[in-house]
């Protein structure tokens, strides 16, 4: 079992910055694919950023060259710098990690959940 605990949401203005924290308990980061993916209401979660075990780093086109997935094994925790925000990057925002071997940017792959934190930016 995996205990994902998201932090850092808020609320900001348009082309402002907020960073995302994932703390992870229940199994060494190393060990696990981590992901952000973010949803709105009526709408399916949609994958933002993700950090393989091999040290890939996908992004979704929506966000490339303005957010930043990092990892700190040591801390076992997974970040998501976010620069340059639009009012459409409004969502909640959630870490997920995937035990399983093989790595992926669909949410059905995932095995682990945080609650989610929210990001509202304003126009």
Known sequence: QVLLVESGGGLVQAGGSLKLSC?????????????WFRQTPG????????????????YAISVKDRFTISRDNA?????????GLKPE????????ANGGTNSSTRPGIY???GQG????VSS
């Open 75 to 83: 801390k076992n925790t997974v970040y998501l710098q976010m620069n």
């Open 89 to 96: 990057d409004t969502a909640t925002y959630y870490c997920a």
């Open 23 to 35: 703390a992870a308990s229940g199994r060494t980061l190393s060990r696990l694919d981590m992901g």
């Open 111 to 113: 095995d682990y959940w």
């Open 43 to 58: 709408r399916e979660r949609d994958f933002v950023a993700a950090s393989w075990r091999s040290g890939l780093t996908p």
């Open 117 to 120: 934190t929210q990001v509202t």
